[in-house]
């Protein structure tokens, strides 16, 4: 199957600092990624959607301004957390779509970025 | 209610024992199904895909959705230890951009 890599694998930063996450497709083009927040014991949650060369489209009630997303190439999105604060303390993992294949539903997941903001 | 309902366990099982896993749903649009497994901290990985109502078999995994109960499962045969982890099931109307809505999630212990 495609591979999808994040990096990098847990952050820790302090409060008030940002940080970027990176997400890749390493052996497929991806026109549309996707980024997830999971808190322990629960359900993937949708932030944003991400098309390549496009802005993304954010779920309702998350802040675009402090989840910056962008997805300048067919094979890389990236997301930064702006003055990030302890509850932004999450498992961020990305996934990606090549709309182009037909296969419309199999989404390939990277394995995750754990983010602790102290 | 939620779209997606399903009981996150924990579900703990002997080796070898057949599991079934469960999700309902609420939307009768949902016309795709998917089985995800994921292994603590790491990402969902697709195990079973399946198309409107029916069954589908794929070695010891076993996929059947019931649309007129709205109820789908994820039957795994002689379960394994290296089976233990949590199983999240994903569902998706067709048109639009098929982003999928996802259960909790069920976490599985097989033990030896």
């Known amino acids: 199957g495609a591979v999808v890599s994040q990096h990098p694998s847990w952050v820790i930063c302090k409060s008030g600092t940002s940080v970027k996450i990176e997400c890749r497709s390493l052996?497929?083009?991806?026109?549309?990624m996707f980024w997830y927040r999971q808190f322990p014991k629960q359900s993937l949650m949708l932030m944003a959607t991400?098309?390549?060369?496009?802005?993304?489209?954010?779920e309702q009630g998350v802040e675009k301004d402090k989840f910056l997303i962008n997805h300048a190439s067919l094979t890389l999105s990236t997301l930064t957390v702006t003055s990030a604060h302890p509850e932004d303390s999450s498992f961020y993992i990305c996934?990606?779509?090549?709309?182009?294949?037909?296969?419309?539903?199999?989404?390939?997941f990277g394995p995750g970025t754990r983010l602790t903001v102290l | 209610q939620k779209e997606v309902e399903q009981d996150p366990g924990p579900l703990s099982v002997p080796e070898g024992a057949i599991v079934s896993l469960n999700c309902t749903y609420s939307?009768?649009?949902?016309?795709?199904f998917m089985w995800y497994r994921q292994y603590s901290r790491k990402g969902p990985e697709l195990l079973m895909y399946t198309y409107s109502s029916g069954n589908k078999e794929d070695g010891r995994f076993t996929a059947q959705v019931d649309k007129s109960s709205k109820y789908i499962s994820l039957f795994i045969r002689d379960s394994q230890p290296s089976d233990s982890a949590t199983y999240l099931c994903?569902?998706?109307?067709?048109?639009?951009?098929?982003?999928?809505?996802f259960g909790r999630g069920t976490s599985l212990i097989v033990h030896p």
């Open positions: 991400s098309n390549e060369g496009s802005k993304a489209t954010y």
């Open positions: 996934s990606a779509r090549d709309m182009r294949l037909g296969s419309y539903n199999e989404q390939f």
């Open positions: 052996d497929f083009q991806a026109t549309t």
């Open positions: 939307n009768s649009a949902f016309q795709y």
């Open positions: 994903a569902m998706s109307a067709a048109g639009g951009s098929y982003i999928p809505t």
